[in-house]
């Protein structure tokens, strides 16, 4: 039976800033260049998911792909709700969020859905071991930032932690290919670089008054060498052919994430600074 819990969590980002994070801009950056991808990735995401229902046979694999499936389309409505505050504050944002959908819907088009399952458990390997590093560093990423966006992206961290095991299951039962998923590993991070580099430009022609050096600096600065160090080699033993998700080291944080969750808190206003307090 699957422990994935769908969590609908009331967020709000009205009158959000570009810079959330005064106190790290160039992550603030960052975090915003993922609002942008994950809602094209999850929605690519789902559709292949949607696609292989036809094609699971065994009821486990099926029960964990329909709370995935959830839980990743809920993440991608909050993460349109930032968006949206992006592009009402600089309307030129829309055409970052089209590019990005519509780079995704190109892919759906012209790959095999064998592609997409291979994409989604290649990269939702790499998710533990890099939001763990982001994760278990929240103070120095996101102590200063606008409780409700961090909040948000400590959210769905976690829950990315959660599902860490789901996108392998499902390209496992229905592909199960080992070599076809390695072989177009390379092609998938290239795809993401390129998204990720497109946002870039999109920022900085649409967004004025951000000082170029926020757009060049590590967004991960203040992260110690030694977990950036720790968070690359799991990426690498993501990809190996005896990964396994339910394996990995865990951030601290999800626990901690978990009870406040279930002690009824407002998790939609948890970490970081209350909206007005960060200036
Ligand atoms: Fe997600
Ligand atoms: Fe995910």
Not at 44 to 53: D, F, G, T, V
Not at 100 to 106: A, E, G, H, M, P
Not at 151 to 163: A, D, N, T
């Amino acid at each position: 039976m699957s422990n994935l819990e769908v969590r609908r969590i009331p967020f709000n980002f009205d009158g959000a800033e570009f810079i959330w994070n005064p106190e790290n801009p160039a992550f603030s950056i960052m975090m915003n260049q993922i609002t942008f991808l994950v809602i094209g990735f999850e929605r690519y995401l789902c559709k292949a998911i949607r696609a292989s229902e036809p094609l699971i046979t065994d009821p486990v694999v099926a029960e964990e792909a329909k709370l995935f499936f959830e839980q990743e389309a809920v993440h991608a409505v909050a993460h349109r709700k930032h968006a949206k505050a992006l592009i009402d504050r600089y309307p030129g944002l829309q055409d970052a969020l089209d590019r990005t959908i519509s780079s995704y819907d190109q892919l759906m088009e012209e790959k095999p859905l064998e592609f997409a399952l291979a994409y989604g458990g290649g990269l939702e390997s790499v998710f533990t071991p890099f939001f763990k590093m982001i994760l278990d560093n929240r103070d120095v990423l996101f102590s200063g930032g606008d409780s409700r966006l961090a909040s948000l992206f400590l959210w769905h961290f976690c829950e990315e932690i959660e599902h860490r095991s789901s996108a392998l299951m499902v390209y496992n039962h229905v592909v199960g290919r080992y070599g076809y998923r390695i072989k177009n590993f390379r092609k998938c991070v290239r795809h993401v670089h390129s998204i990720v580099d497109m946002l870039r430009e999109e920022f900085i022609k649409h967004v004025p008054g951000v000082p170029a050096e926020h757009f060049e600096i590590d967004p991960l600065g203040a992260v110690p060498r030694l977990d950036k160090i720790r968070s690359m080699l799991g990426v690498f033993d993501s990809q190996m052919p005896w990964h396994n998700p339910e394996k990995q080291a865990l951030p601290a944080y999800y626990e901690e994430w978990l009870s406040h969750w279930e002690a009824g808190a407002d998790v939609s206003n948890i970490y970081g600074k209350q909206a007005g307090a960060t200036q």
